[in-house]
């Protein structure tokens, strides 16, 4: 993360109240946890001046407190604008805790959930994250938006989500892991000839017993104590008991960040984004974008935020055209109403991930190479590499609507909708917040 205190914002000591103030507060923050460690680099004020400046939080406490309280009472913050002030105070507020600790280190570690990490409606990364902002109502759309839904949809229906299927060659899901201090120490070993991985050489903790996906990706996805997301891709050695964790390619995100800029899936988004989760489903309510993957897509040069730029894996390369492709990072969105889709005969979980289609959209995220496009369900390794039962099949055994076949659980999400005319496209401005 760096030292915080070089960012211009931090050093403004007219700033410092309402930074103070803002963390204070909490009213316009996040529920992030503070950065593993932080170094101020203000030198030490005088007792006079160290007065003065507690005397000006005091004050711009207060006066942030009318300003935030008179707004709530008026409906004067726009949805956009709370956004953009969560993401300004995401930052700023951890200026302030370290101002207010007088420079010293602070430290606050994650609490390791566990065995498999947090349950219920748990999300990672920040509230204003691009996974976890709504798309609210009159988008505006992709100006191809048409065209690349039609191409979509010309190679075929969604494919079917599954369950049951965990630690066999058929999981190209992800696997979630949390670790904690008792764990063994694997150091970060990339194998592609692609050049230096970021990660290449790190040492973390990884739970002993955590496994990678059957699947030919190989995923495995670990958050460490001090709140980084590790994501690697074709895992291929992970010895018993610690030692050099041998992998094809990796990246590492922010769990209480954007969830962006990982290296474990074509567009750079961490394991953990948009993965659908058995307590979400039981819960019936999903709080955040969903991760989608695409038969191919438009040329690198097309990526669109929040993918990674110049990302992709063009239709061209498998002998086929670009044009009307979707673009990696592209978002789509289910144009129905909470109304038309509570009225659907359809079961209750397809119900909870339209409403999340509707409410927060799908991201492309990766290539799947066959098909048309598909979500992701959390990988069932997250749970059995433990001996635990796997939720999603668990919850697939009462579920109305869930088929058999070869012993998967299978949750068919293509009948029912009419996907051709009710997807639709959004402009990347509407994501950045820009429109």
């Known amino acids: 993360m760096g030292t915080l205190h070089s960012a211009p914002w931090c050093r403004s000591a007219r700033a410092a109240p309402i930074l103070a103030a803002l963390a204070f507060f909490g009213t316009l923050g996040t529920d992030a946890p503070e950065p593993a460690s932080a170094a101020s680099e203000r030198g030490t004020a005088s007792r006079t001046a160290h007065g003065h400046r507690a005397l000006d939080v005091r004050r711009g406490v207060r006066r942030l407190a009318r300003q935030v309280h008179a707004a709530q009472r008026n409906g004067r913050l ?3 604008k709370r ?51 709504g798309v609210g109502s009159g988008w505006r759309l992709h100006e191809r938006s048409g065209e690349i839904v039609e191409r979509l949809v010309s190679w075929g229906r969604p494919q079917n989500l599954l369950a049951g299927h965990a ?56 958050v460490t104590e001090d709140g980084w997301e590790y994501d690697l891709w074709a ?35 961490g394991l953990a984004a948009g993965v659908i989760r058995a307590p979400e489903l039981e819960a019936g309510r999903i709080e955040h974008a969903l991760f ?16 990674q730029p110049n990302t992709g894996e063009p239709c061209s390369e498998d002998g086929l055209s670009n044009a009307d492709a979707p673009p990696m990072g592209a978002r789509f969105v289910l144009d129905m109403t909470a109304g038309e889709i509570a009225a659907l005969d359809v ?24 098909g048309a496009w598909g979500l992701q369900f959390e990988s069932g390794s997250s749970y059995t590499s433990f001996g635990q039962p796997d939720r999603l099949a668990q919850f697939a055994q009462t579920a109305r609507g869930v088929g058999r076949w070869n012993g998967m659980h299978v949750f068919n999400l293509a009948d029912g909708i009419d996907w051709k005319n009710r997807l639709k496209v959004l402009h990347p401005c509407e994501t950045q917040q820009t429109c």
């Open 78 to 80: 726009a949805v956009r």
């Open 83 to 133: 956004a953009r002030l969560r993401k300004a105070v995401r930052n700023r507020a951890r200026c302030a805790r370290i101002a207010r600790a007088g420079g010293k280190k602070r430290t606050k570690r994650l609490v390791a959930p566990l065995v498999t990490g947090p349950t219920g409606l748990w999300r990672p990364y920040a509230v204003d994250s691009p996974w976890n902002v």
């Open 167 to 222: 630690d066999s060659g058929a999981d190209y899901y992800h696997p979630i892991y949390f670790s904690s201090s008792s764990d063994p120490v694997f150091e970060l070993d990339a194998t592609m000839g692609w050049g230096r991985a970021s990660i290449e050489g790190h040492r973390i903790r990884i739970p002993d017993a955590a496994r990678p996906a059957g699947g030919g990706d190989g995923h495995l996805a670990v």
């Open 235 to 269: 895992v291929s050695s992970k010895p018993s008991g610690g030692g050099r964790l041998e992998f094809g390619w990796g990246g590492r995100t922010r769990i209480d960040g954007d969830g962006l800029g990982s290296n474990a899936t074509a567009a750079w988004f």
């Open 292 to 307: 989608m993957g695409v038969r191919c897509t438009d040329a690198k040069q097309a990526a669109l935020f929040p993918a």
């Open 347 to 370: 079961p209750d979980w397809k119900k909870t991930i339209l409403v999340a289609l509707a409410e927060y959209g799908m991201f492309v995220g990766d290539a799947i190479g066959s």
